[in-house]
């Protein structure tokens, strides 16, 4: 079973930034888009970015289009969320996951695997 660590978060002023990083186990982790989803308080989890498994497409919420920046980096089994002009509004658990389908092409149809890592908080304070 693939494993997600998710790491990177942390408290920090409206209008800063951080970079969240997520560790994928397992040699296949360069066959599959991956994800950032978020969940805030109260709500459900929601979708924040996508990247295609060759890093060649990219889709984002609307919500934090222009703001977040997803990567990878495949020979570390390794894909990242650069969050800058934070808000309040975007305190939530961050987790990433990947794809249900390998070698898919671009990110749409980006369906998460039923298991997912622990998160990681980011609080951002106004």
């Known amino acids: 079973q693939v494993q997600l660590v998710e790491s990177g978060g942390g408290l920090v002023q409206a209008g800063g930034s951080l970079r969240l990083s997520c560790a994928v186990s397992?040699?296949?982790?360069?066959?599959?888009?991956m994800g950032w989803f978020r969940q805030a308080p109260g709500k459900e989890r929601e979708f924040v970015a996508a990247?295609?498994?060759?890093?060649?497409?990219?889709y984002y919420a609307d919500s934090v289009k222009g703001r977040f920046t997803i990567s990878r980096d495949n020979a570390k089994n390794t894909v990242y969320l650069q969050m800058n002009s934070l808000k309040p509004e975007d305190t939530a658990v961050y987790y990433c996951?990947?794809?249900?389908?390998?070698?898919?092409?671009?990110?749409?149809?980006?369906?998460?695997?039923?298991?997912w890592g622990q998160g990681t908080q980011v609080t951002v304070s106004s």
């Open positions: 990247i295609s498994w060759s890093g060649g497409s990219t």
């Open positions: 996951n990947k794809d249900k389908k390998p070698l898919r092409v671009g990110v749409g149809g980006f369906s998460p695997d039923d298991y």
């Open positions: 397992g040699r296949t982790f360069s066959a599959y888009a």
